[in-house]
């Protein structure tokens, strides 16, 4: 028995010209995540990526898994091949899906003919394989809505397909596909989250981490680690850029006005995200901050925070709720590491009344006074970068 991996994208499928560009990445990343699952030829015809396995060796089921959750995929089935011939399919139709057919009460067919050579349209071909089903498993029903089996069969250029449904993916644009930007990663909920969100929209991301040690423990740069391996599993590699940041903290608690420590704290990392970003060659930052949802997130904090950066400031999360937020990071995989009791760099000092309604020129003017750019500066210098790499259902990742 033959079997390949039909994936279906979607909006892409809208792209005009360009469209030849996305289809030429989403296959590029899709070589690339299938080799954890053996040896596998890509490639695209009639708006569909074809992985069949080549040899033993390759998994179809894991490189199943492994697709689903490569962005720009909106569905993908699993699927027998047969030819292009109604017994054929009908009886490999009844022998494929036995399992699910033996164990349903209704079902349904649906047929696709792209190729409109073949004898029978769409419509003629699903009642007749119905009739070969229901007199093979004369137990079934024939619903038309909500059935436990569907039997969907496809005939396109090459061969017939017959599977039962698909799988949902993980949708969006393809990985790289809308450019590079900075990603400022913590060990909360939102961040991790926002960074899936904007990689989702086809952003190619590079990670950075503040670190305040002794403030921070190395529990928490773990975390951090763990919350990007995750993200990586759906966007591929992804360099994560630690930035010591204590001396720079400390100096803004001493020296400047307590209730805009925040403001301050978030404008210098907005610069040392701009040098990143230079060094990187991204064209945007995108963090976590919802509206309202703390003192640092009202509308007049933003502006101020806003304002130290001269490159757009991307928030994915701006308009959803905590709650919300929390979901997705379940259905993403990081709530488990998320919850994890290790405090980050915006957990350390926390001012006991911060101005939610800060004016921008009372900022700058407290920057003036802190003395603390040349420790920016400092900071800058001393940033390191470690590449995680997609590996499997784990990540590996090298200094």
Known sequence: MEEVILAKYGEMALKGQNRPMFEAQLIKTIKRRVEYAGEFKVYK?????????????????????????????????????????????????????????????????????????????????????????????????????????????????????????????????????????????????????????????????????????????????????????????????????????????????????ESLFTILMRRSMMRIALAVAAKENCKAIVTGESLGQVASQTLSAIYAIDNASDIPIFRPLIGIDKVDIISLARDIGTYDISVLPYDDCCSVFVPKKPKTRPKLEDVIKEETKGGYLELERIAIENISIQVLHFFDDEVKYEG
């Open 45 to 257: 015809a009639q708006s569909t990526i074809y992985i069949e396995p080549i040899g033993e060796k390759a998994s179809i089921d894991k490189a199943l898994e492994l697709t689903s959750r490569v962005f720009g995929i909106a569905a993908i089935h699993k699927a027998m091949v047969t030819k292009k011939d109604f017994s054929t399919i009908a009886e490999d139709t009844c022998s494929y899906l036995q399992n699910e057919l033996s164990k349903a009460k209704s079902f349904k067919v649906s047929c696709k003919r792209s190729d409109k050579s073949f004898p029978m349209n769409s419509m003629e071909l699903s009642r007749e394989i119905g009739a070969v089903v229901l007199d093979r498993f004369p137990h079934l029903s024939v619903v038309m809505k909500d059935a436990d089996c569907s039997v969907n069969i496809e005939i396109r250029d090459f061969a017939a397909y017959i599977h039962s449904g698909k799988l949902t993916a993980a949708g969006g644009m393809p990985t790289g596909t809308s450019g590079r930007a900075i990603s400022l990663i913590s060990g909360g909920f939102d961040s991790p989250v926002a960074t899936y969100l904007m990689a989702k929209r086809g952003l190619d991301i590079v990670a950075l981490h503040f670190a305040s040690p002794p403030y921070t423990s190395d529990f928490a740069f773990d975390k951090v680690v763990n919350l990007t391996k995750r993200i990586s599993m759906y966007s591929g590699n992804i360099p994560l850029v630690y930035v010591p940041f204590t001396d720079v903290m400390v100096k803004i608690w001493k020296d400047c006005e």
